[in-house]
């Protein structure tokens, strides 16, 4: 195991704790923030599989998770307001 891999998925458990009242509040991130985040962190996970950083492409990949959550909320908020017109 590599140390690296312990110091990026520890940053990566603290951003997916940080990201918690994000996901519990009324107010969210902007879609296309939300979905280029995704995007960037899928794309982590992979390079990380690819370097043999198993526990840091494990943490991405449910960092990326939590960000699409939010993504999806953000849409689920945009139709339930376009269903109220």
Do not use: N
Not at 35 to 62: D, E, F, K, P
């Amino acid at each position: 195991m590599h140390w690296q891999d312990i110091a990026i998925s520890i940053a990566q458990w603290l951003s997916i704790i940080a990201l918690f009242p994000t996901v519990a509040a009324k107010e969210k991130p902007a879609l296309s923030s939300s979905i280029l985040t995704t995007a960037c962190i899928a794309v982590y996970s992979i390079c990380y599989i690819t370097l043999g950083l198993w526990i840091s492409a494990t943490s991405a990949a449910l960092l990326a998770l939590v960000w699409m959550l939010l993504g999806w909320q953000k849409w689920r908020q945009g139709k339930a307001v376009e269903m109220l017109k």
